[in-house]
């Protein structure tokens, strides 16, 4: 089973900054990465797939990197709307589709 | 547009049994494999269950393996999650989500289910 780790588990950032959002497998998944969002009360929203690919409706700010074991989400100017928490999640190798624990994007 | 209604949460005591529910709408649901991922209070998101296009193929987490059945009904364009031998672990919102390329490019709004005494 491939383990997916985020990091950090909470991020503080200002709006308007750029926030930096990190998730390593345990092994390579290829590009075969997904990106979602979720805030309280609604359900999640995929942001990016294939590593690096915006889902349709997903503003320009939100881009993904990465490839293998090591990937990146960036925020680039943060948006009120933006402080939720995020979820990497892979599908290279399933089942089962294995998520990461989450990073907490909080306003500072 | 991509509507997905999930239905069937309930307070259920521990071994007992429950069936959830998905109706899906707005895209053509005998096209794409389908999957359940549940949310336990504090937690974070934990896939359950995907189901293949036509029924054929079934996948399962280990931690429900052997409890939970996945199905769907094409003709009805609805997706079900049997879920048996309930434990208080099971305790979670659980969201139905639609598959593209075996990622979730679209998800419904969750059901609770509560496990408990």
């Known amino acids: 089973e491939i383990v997916m780790t985020q990091s950090p588990a909470t991020l503080s950032v200002s709006p308007g900054e750029r926030a930096t959002l990190s998730c390593r497998a345990s092994q390579s998944v290829n590009s075969n990465l997904a990106w979602y969002q979720k805030k309280p009360g609604q359900a999640p929203r995929l942001l990016i797939y294939?590593?690096?690919t915006r889902a349709t409706g997903i503003p320009a700010r939100f881009s993904g990197s990465g490839s293998g074991t090591e990937f990146t989400l960036t925020i680039s100017s943060l948006q009120c709307e933006d402080f939720a928490v995020y979820y990497c999640q892979q599908y290279n190798s399933w089942p089962p589709y294995s998520f990461g624990q989450g990073t907490k994007l909080e306003i500072k | 547009e991509v509507q997905l209604v999930e239905s069937g949460g309930d307070l259920v005591q521990p071994g007992g049994s429950l069936r959830l529910s998905c109706a899906a709408s707005?895209?053509?649901?005998?096209?794409?494999?389908m999957s359940w991922v549940r949310q336990a209070p504090g937690k974070g998101l934990e896939w359950v269950s995907s189901i293949s296009v036509g029924g054929g193929s079934t996948y399962y987490a280990d931690s429900v393996k052997g409890r939970f059945t996945i199905s769907r009904d094409n003709s009805k364009n609805t997706l079900y999650l049997q879920m048996d031998s309930l434990r208080a672990e099971d305790t979670a919102l659980y969201y139905c989500?639609?598959?593209?390329?075996?990622?979730?490019?679209?998800w419904g709004q969750g059901t609770l289910v509560t496990v408990s005494s």
């Open positions: 294939g590593a690096s």
């Open positions: 707005g895209f053509k649901f005998s096209s794409y494999a």
């Open positions: 989500a639609k598959e593209r390329n075996w990622y979730a490019d679209y």
